[in-house]
Protein backbone atom coordinates (compact mmCIF):
# COMPACT_ATOMS: atom_id res chain seq x y z
CA UNK A 1 0.00 0.00 0.00
CA UNK A 2 1.57 3.54 -0.86
CA UNK A 3 0.88 6.12 1.04
CA UNK A 4 0.37 9.96 0.11
CA UNK A 5 1.49 12.80 3.26
CA UNK A 6 -1.30 15.13 2.72
CA UNK A 7 -0.48 18.63 3.92
CA UNK A 8 -2.91 19.25 6.40
CA UNK A 9 -3.08 23.16 5.21
CA UNK A 10 -3.04 26.38 7.67
CA UNK A 11 -5.67 26.28 10.02
CA UNK A 12 -7.42 29.50 10.34
CA UNK A 13 -10.81 30.19 12.59
CA UNK A 14 -13.16 32.91 12.08
CA UNK A 15 -12.38 36.36 13.36
CA UNK A 16 -14.76 37.37 16.05
CA UNK A 17 -17.17 39.85 15.29
CA UNK A 18 -16.29 43.07 15.97
CA UNK A 19 -18.68 45.30 18.53
CA UNK A 20 -19.24 47.93 15.98
CA UNK A 21 -21.36 50.10 18.24
CA UNK A 22 -18.92 49.72 21.36
CA UNK A 23 -16.43 51.70 18.89
CA UNK A 24 -15.07 55.31 19.69
CA UNK A 25 -16.39 57.36 17.46
CA UNK A 26 -12.93 58.77 16.57
CA UNK A 27 -11.34 55.86 14.95
CA UNK A 28 -8.50 58.00 13.56
CA UNK A 29 -7.22 57.78 17.91
CA UNK A 30 -8.37 54.26 18.12
CA UNK A 31 -6.48 52.47 15.65
CA UNK A 32 -3.17 51.15 16.35
CA UNK A 33 -0.52 49.59 14.25
CA UNK A 34 1.43 47.00 14.40
CA UNK A 35 4.04 45.00 12.15
CA UNK A 36 2.11 41.35 11.74
CA UNK A 37 2.37 38.51 14.00
CA UNK A 38 2.02 35.21 13.09
CA UNK A 39 -1.51 35.28 14.68
CA UNK A 40 -2.05 38.38 12.77
CA UNK A 41 -1.51 36.77 9.72
CA UNK A 42 -4.05 34.67 9.99
CA UNK A 43 -6.48 37.41 10.72
CA UNK A 44 -5.02 39.17 7.97
CA UNK A 45 -5.46 36.12 5.29
CA UNK A 46 -9.15 35.39 5.90
CA UNK A 47 -9.58 39.25 5.81
CA UNK A 48 -8.15 39.46 2.55
CA UNK A 49 -9.78 36.18 0.69
CA UNK A 50 -13.11 37.57 1.85
CA UNK A 51 -12.57 40.80 0.31
CA UNK A 52 -12.12 41.72 -3.39
CA UNK A 53 -10.65 41.08 -6.14
CA UNK A 54 -9.65 37.81 -4.14
CA UNK A 55 -13.01 36.69 -3.41
CA UNK A 56 -13.87 36.38 -6.80
CA UNK A 57 -10.91 34.83 -7.86
CA UNK A 58 -11.88 32.14 -5.15
CA UNK A 59 -8.84 32.43 -3.18
CA UNK A 60 -8.83 31.01 -0.25
CA UNK A 61 -7.54 32.11 3.12
CA UNK A 62 -4.59 29.39 2.98
CA UNK A 63 -4.07 30.94 -0.48
CA UNK A 64 -3.72 34.71 0.84
CA UNK A 65 -1.90 33.30 3.92
CA UNK A 66 0.68 32.13 1.17
CA UNK A 67 0.96 35.46 -0.49
CA UNK A 68 0.90 37.81 2.07
CA UNK A 69 3.84 36.12 3.64
CA UNK A 70 5.83 36.79 0.97
CA UNK A 71 4.94 40.55 1.63
CA UNK A 72 4.81 40.41 5.53
CA UNK A 73 7.83 43.17 6.40
CA UNK A 74 5.65 45.46 4.14
CA UNK A 75 2.38 44.72 6.22
CA UNK A 76 1.15 47.05 8.81
CA UNK A 77 -1.56 45.67 10.73
CA UNK A 78 -4.60 48.05 11.88
CA UNK A 79 -6.02 47.11 15.04
CA UNK A 80 -8.80 48.64 17.41
CA UNK A 81 -9.20 47.13 20.82
CA UNK A 82 -6.64 44.37 20.06
CA UNK A 83 -8.58 43.14 17.08
CA UNK A 84 -7.59 43.36 13.58
CA UNK A 85 -9.81 45.72 11.41
CA UNK A 86 -7.32 45.84 8.61
CA UNK A 87 -4.36 45.79 6.73
CA UNK A 88 -2.14 48.07 4.40
CA UNK A 89 0.64 47.33 2.50
CA UNK A 90 3.46 49.73 1.30
CA UNK A 91 6.92 48.55 -0.50
CA UNK A 92 9.98 50.53 -1.22
CA UNK A 93 9.81 49.76 -4.89
CA UNK A 94 6.99 48.98 -7.58
CA UNK A 95 6.34 49.92 -10.84
CA UNK A 96 7.11 53.40 -10.61
CA UNK A 97 10.71 53.72 -10.44
CA UNK A 98 11.62 55.86 -6.97
CA UNK A 99 8.29 55.80 -6.10
CA UNK A 100 6.66 53.73 -3.03
CA UNK A 101 4.44 51.16 -3.79
CA UNK A 102 0.68 50.63 -2.14
CA UNK A 103 0.12 47.65 -3.06
CA UNK A 104 -3.63 47.11 -1.00
CA UNK A 105 -5.91 48.42 1.33
CA UNK A 106 -7.96 46.58 2.83
CA UNK A 107 -10.57 46.91 5.56
CA UNK A 108 -13.00 44.90 7.16
CA UNK A 109 -16.29 45.32 6.04
CA UNK A 110 -18.18 45.84 8.81
CA UNK A 111 -16.10 49.28 9.15
CA UNK A 112 -16.12 50.54 5.55
CA UNK A 113 -17.39 53.76 5.00
CA UNK A 114 -16.48 54.46 8.70
CA UNK A 115 -12.93 56.84 7.74
CA UNK A 116 -10.71 53.91 8.31
CA UNK A 117 -9.55 53.27 4.82
CA UNK A 118 -8.38 57.34 5.42
CA UNK A 119 -6.69 56.34 8.25
CA UNK A 120 -5.17 53.36 6.30
CA UNK A 121 -4.04 55.60 3.60
CA UNK A 122 -1.85 57.96 6.21
CA UNK A 123 -0.30 55.24 7.59
CA UNK A 124 0.85 54.35 3.76
CA UNK A 125 1.72 57.67 3.02
CA UNK A 126 3.65 57.98 6.32
CA UNK A 127 5.18 54.42 5.82
CA UNK A 128 6.19 55.99 2.47
CA UNK A 129 8.02 58.98 3.76
CA UNK A 130 9.49 56.97 6.36
CA UNK A 131 11.09 55.16 3.09
CA UNK A 132 12.48 58.55 1.95
CA UNK A 133 10.47 58.22 -0.81
CA UNK A 134 8.74 61.52 -2.19
CA UNK A 135 6.26 59.72 -4.33
CA UNK A 136 3.59 56.70 -3.88
CA UNK A 137 2.19 55.09 -6.81
CA UNK A 138 -0.43 51.99 -6.63
CA UNK A 139 -2.76 50.28 -9.42
CA UNK A 140 -6.47 49.88 -9.25
CA UNK A 141 -9.01 48.47 -11.56
CA UNK A 142 -10.58 51.60 -13.32
CA UNK A 143 -14.74 49.32 -12.92
CA UNK A 144 -13.85 50.06 -8.90
CA UNK A 145 -15.27 53.31 -9.31
CA UNK A 146 -15.03 53.65 -5.16
CA UNK A 147 -11.54 52.98 -5.06
CA UNK A 148 -10.86 55.36 -7.53
CA UNK A 149 -12.86 58.26 -6.01
CA UNK A 150 -11.15 57.89 -3.17
CA UNK A 151 -7.63 57.59 -4.44
CA UNK A 152 -8.49 60.84 -6.53
CA UNK A 153 -10.02 62.47 -3.64
CA UNK A 154 -6.57 61.74 -1.74
CA UNK A 155 -4.91 63.27 -4.36
CA UNK A 156 -3.79 61.06 -6.77
CA UNK A 157 -3.97 61.24 -10.39
CA UNK A 158 -3.75 58.74 -12.89
CA UNK A 159 -0.27 58.24 -14.85
CA UNK A 160 -0.93 55.52 -17.33
CA UNK A 161 -3.12 52.40 -17.55
CA UNK A 162 -1.70 49.55 -17.65
CA UNK A 163 -2.13 45.70 -18.33
CA UNK A 164 -2.21 43.05 -15.25
CA UNK A 165 0.09 40.43 -15.09
CA UNK A 166 -2.01 38.09 -13.25
CA UNK A 167 -5.26 39.22 -14.80
CA UNK A 168 -4.64 40.58 -18.07
CA UNK A 169 -7.17 43.14 -17.21
CA UNK A 170 -6.33 47.08 -17.42
CA UNK A 171 -5.46 48.75 -14.03
CA UNK A 172 -4.84 52.59 -13.45
CA UNK A 173 -1.51 53.15 -12.47
CA UNK A 174 -2.12 56.30 -10.26
CA UNK A 175 0.36 58.13 -8.29
CA UNK A 176 0.56 61.23 -5.64
CA UNK A 177 3.23 63.45 -4.35
CA UNK A 178 4.43 63.21 -0.50
Do not use: C
Not at 11 to 35: C, H, I, R, S, Y
Request: charged share 25%; aromatic share 6%.
Amino acid sequence: MTMKQVDPGVETTPAPVLDVAGLPNDLMTAVKFTAPTDEDMTAVATLRAGSEPWKTRGETPEDSLKALTQLKPYIHVAKVQNQVVGYVTVERDGPVPGAAYLRNIVVKPELRRKGLGHVLLEQALKAARDMYRKTIALRVDPSNSAAVSFYRKANFTTVATVVSKKSGKLRLLMSREL
